[in-house]
């Protein structure tokens, strides 16, 4: 803490695969796992039926999907995906999952200085 404001650790870990499970058992959503002014880091989870309603963001973005498969429809393509698959998505652009049961990604944005 410096005055009065907190400030993340130079360096911490993160339990990716626990917030994935707490996020399917709770039937999918976001979960920020790293906060930084350049960086933030999330696991998002989606359960069928419930669809994905994000809107364009202004930062890029990257998704490294952790479990399941489906459809990522950004900026007019399709991307077919699985475990192991990663994604870009420039800020901005129109993109959105589909096609999917169960979807886990990590989800990297980046933040401009």
Request: charged letters at 25%; hydrophobic letters at 40%.
């Amino acid at each position: 803490m410096t005055g009065g404001v907190s400030v993340p650790p130079m360096a911490h870990a993160f339990a990716i695969g626990d917030v994935q499970r707490r996020l399917e058992e709770s039937n999918g959503g976001y979960e920020i796992v790293h906060r930084s002014p350049r960086l933030e880091i999330g696991v998002y989870v989606l359960v069928a039926p419930e669809a994905d309603m994000q809107q364009p963001h202004e930062d890029d973005e990257a998704y490294v999907v952790l479990s399941g498969r489906g459809t990522l429809e950004a900026a007019g393509k399709t991307f077919v995906v699985s475990e192991g698959d990663a994604l870009f998505v420039e800020a901005g652009a129109e993109h959105r999952f589909t096609g999917y049961e169960s979807l886990a990604v990590l989800v990297i944005f980046t933040r401009p200085d």
